[in-house]
């Protein structure tokens, strides 16, 4: 490591050659496509939806970076296996402690929780693709300095989570930690596992009262809790009642070439 810091020796050289029209037209575009998903309602919801994947894919397709340098490679994986485990006590703790003060309970809707587990986890991976690979990325090469990049794109993905008061806050410090943490490490499975943790334990320690099902934007909003002993919880158009934290899962990471 030398005096430049952890930081600066952690971006490969491809990722400190500056881009600034590119890298805001892709940044820019792609935020607004999530935004307009997270705040609308079928059927402009899910046209928002599909463009943003097709322009998230392109974008990062285009630009021919390696497995490696985008952090889609095995680099990092063991040494990082740490942060998975530091989730999973701390997760663990705030089950218990939810369980003591009786706020515990199951996590929302009719799917199998094994079917509920793999799900989550392999959206929190997408979420973290956004995150560190789409945004991060190019905000190191936008922004000045080591610490404006880091803030900034854990700002965009806490505002992201807006008006849900339990997960806007939640996530600015976890976008903060997994940042620096993939900086030094340049592996997003360990954190997409360690979110997908994080992010079930939040789903059942906390009120569905307080974080409503896990909805940010219009979904947040348009939550009502379901009458159970009165009317049949109606499923058949989810999508159009609701935006979750999945809203940040626009795509998964395209083939690439190592």
Request: hydrophobic share 50%; aromatic share 12%.
């Amino acid at each position: 490591m030398t005096a430049e810091g952890p930081l600066e020796t952690a971006l490969p050289e491809q990722d400190q050659i500056r881009f600034p029209t590119r890298d805001l037209v892709e940044l820019g575009v792609a935020y607004a496509l999530i935004l307009a998903t997270i705040w609308t309602v079928n059927p402009w919801q899910r046209l928002f939806y599909w463009v943003a994947i097709a322009w998230i894919v392109v974008t990062t397709w285009t630009r021919r970076d390696s497995w490696k340098a985008l952090g889609l490679g095995l680099t990092g994986l063991v040494r990082s296996l740490w942060i998975v485990g530091v989730a999973a006590i701390f997760a663990g703790l705030a089950v218990y402690v939810a369980y003591r003060m009786q706020t515990l309970h199951r996590l929302h809707g009719p799917r199998p929780l094994l079917s509920h587990l793999w799900g989550y986890l392999l959206w929190a991976v997408m979420q973290q693709f956004l995150l560190q690979i789409y945004f991060l990325l190019r905000l190191l090469r936008l922004l000045p300095g080591k610490v404006a990049p880091l803030i900034a794109a854990a700002a965009l993905f806490s505002l992201a989570h807006l008006p849900n008061p339990v997960l806007a806050p939640i996530t600015l410090v976890w976008g903060i930690t997994a940042c620096v943490l993939f900086l030094r490490y340049r592996n997003i499975y360990t954190l997409g596992i360690a979110h997908g943790i994080l992010g079930l334990c939040v789903a059942v320690i906390v009120p569905d009262a307080i974080q409503h099902h896990m909805r940010v934007g219009i979904g947040y909003h348009r939550y009502h809790p379901p009458e159970h002993h009165r009317y049949p919880v109606d499923h058949r158009n989810q999508m159009d009642q609701r935006v979750s934290t999945d809203a940040w899962v626009m795509a998964a990471a395209p083939t690439r070439r190592s």
